[in-house]
């Protein structure tokens, strides 16, 4: 059965204090591992997708990297613009994107 | 305008009652899908579609049918709602590559008294 789980579920950040969220997948299979954005209220964001172990995706103060059980998506130096709900998903092509619950990130100024 | 939309975006209903969630997209693929999100639990699959006679089943069907009326729209029915169908509901869309993985709606927050 895919599963995908994140950790931390929630996590607060001084602006500018840098941390890492952790994603962990369904070895077998993987097609691929996307990272979503979520605002409260909103639809999930598209952010990355990774395919192989030891890729890594940068955008602004994100990258997210791929190991061969686990991926993360590393924050550097977070604003408080950053706050959002981060999910992952996996796609092990037997049907649709399976994804984890999220971790709520929140930044203060 | 927004790829894709979802009416309504709020809805309250009673027990008992059939209601209908849309989707439209504007993004030309074939692949749409249905999804609620609960606190804590993330989102879940209710149902997919790879093309408008490709309709499948997720993990969390029972109490929901779709119809795909064509390739842009695919809706979501509670045949009769109940409690615990209380939720966000998130329509998306992919094409087969999932090069940009999906586009998703801005949601039909649900509440059923």
């Known amino acids: 059965e895919d599963q995908v789980t994140q950790s931390p579920e929630a996590l607060r950040l001084q602006e500018g204090e840098s941390s890492s969220l952790n994603c962990s997948y369904t070895?077998?299979?993987?097609?691929?591992l996307f990272w979503y954005r979520q605002d409260p209220g909103k639809g999930p964001e598209f952010l990355f997708t990774?395919?192989?172990a030891g890729e890594e995706k940068e955008k602004e103060r994100l990258k997210a990297t791929l190991t061969k059980k686990e991926s993360f998506l590393h924050i550097t130096a977070p604003k408080p613009e950053d706050s959002a709900t981060y999910l992952c998903a996996e796609d092990t092509g037997r049907r649709a994107l399976t994804f984890g619950s999220g971790t709520r990130l929140q930044v203060q100024p | 305008d927004a790829d894709v939309t979802q009416t309504p975006r709020n809805r309250i209903t009673k027990t008992g009652k059939r209601i209908m969630l849309e989707c439209s997209q504007t993004k030309g693929h074939d692949r749409m899908y249905w999804y609620r999100q609960d606190p804590g639990l993330g989102l879940r699959l209710i149902y997919y579609?790879?093309?408008?006679?490709?309709?499948n089943k997720g993990e969390i069907s029972d109490g929901y049918s779709v119809s795909r009326q064509a390739q842009a729209k695919f809706s979501l029915s509670l045949e009769s709602a109940i409690p615990n169908q209380t939720a966000l509901y998130f329509c998306a869309t992919s094409d087969p590559s999932l090069r940009d993985g999906y586009t998703f709606g801005s949601g039909t927050r649900l509440t059923v008294v």
């Open positions: 579609s790879f093309d408008v006679k490709d309709i």
């Open positions: 990774l395919y192989s």
């Open positions: 070895v077998s299979g993987l097609r691929g």
